[in-house]
């Protein structure tokens, strides 16, 4: 497991970034292992979509676990699962959720600096501690950071910037492995974070937002694509449900 662990954080290179097509069960991820992927990285939205539940920890700890094994039975490759929030009230209860998560055979784990259901951050010591209690496993943490969520990087991004910048140092300390700064396509201010960062950055990939190629050169080192794949699949089977149910014939 240790080595599944290393290998998985030394996939994070500034400039050279790893690509995670997040999947959602055992099906997607064999499908994204036969195209070549280095790693395999779920993403909550996805999983909890594919078993009808909604995001935000309403997907049982327990299908967590189960879903992760049924992965795990299908690729060799390092494994990373979205644990949201941590599935925990406090720290510990944080520590118990992801040590479970590594015992089970998970090399990393996503984790959110906001609780389910809330738009506001959490304080950043409270945010660290959690962030500790999760990496003082071994696991690798993605820390995630909802700085940009529903904020406005042209008009605001010095300040923003600033604020992730904070908060990465502070997550850094904790022992977390990489920073994920979601809702963020300004390349002024990704460049700006991967400059600055003690830690590896992940950023979502975003249609409008910049390419792989041009995240690379501004130093990202991880590339997720979130709920979008998961998406893009339902979105494909209700077009082509749509289309036999209307009288025509299916494109597979």
């Known amino acids: 497991m240790t080595d599944k662990v290393a290998t998985f954080r030394a996939l994070h290179i500034p400039g050279d970034p790893l690509i995670l097509v997040n999947i959602w069960d055992a099906g997607s991820a064999k499908a994204v292992a036969a195209a070549g992927a280095k790693a ?26 189960e879903n992760l094994t049924r992965i795990l039975s299908v690729t060799d490759l390092p494994v990373t699962i979205d644990m949201e929030s941590g599935y925990g009230a406090d720290p510990a209860g944080v520590g118990v959720s992801v040590a479970r998560a590594r015992a089970a055979g998970a090399a ?38 909802d ?53 590896p950055v ?11 190629a041009e995240l690379a050169a501004l130093g990202v080192a991880r590339i997720s694509h979130g709920h979008q794949p998961w998406a893009a699949a339902m979105a494909w089977l209700t077009g082509q449900a749509q289309q036999v149910l209307g009288g025509g014939e299916p494109d597979y």
């Open 40 to 65: 395999i990285a779920t993403g909550s939205y996805g999983v909890a979509g594919a078993q009808g539940r909604a995001d935000g920890e309403d997907f049982p700890l327990a299908d967590v676990f």
């Open 108 to 145: 990393g784990i996503n984790m959110e600096d906001r609780m389910p259901g809330r738009n506001d951050l959490l304080p950043i010591a409270e945010a660290q501690a959690r962030y500790r209690a999760a990496a003082d496993t071994g696991i690798f943490v993605n820390a995630r950071c």
């Open 202 to 212: 992940n950023i979502l990939r975003a249609k409008a937002g910049p390419t792989h």
């Open 147 to 199: 700085v940009f969520r529903g904020a406005d990087a042209a008009q605001d991004g010095e300040r923003l910037v600033a604020a992730v910048l904070e908060r990465a140092r502070a997550y850094a300390d904790a022992g977390a492995g990489s920073l994920f700064v979601p809702f963020l396509g300004d390349p002024r201010c990704i460049g700006a974070i991967c400059a600055a960062s003690p830690l």
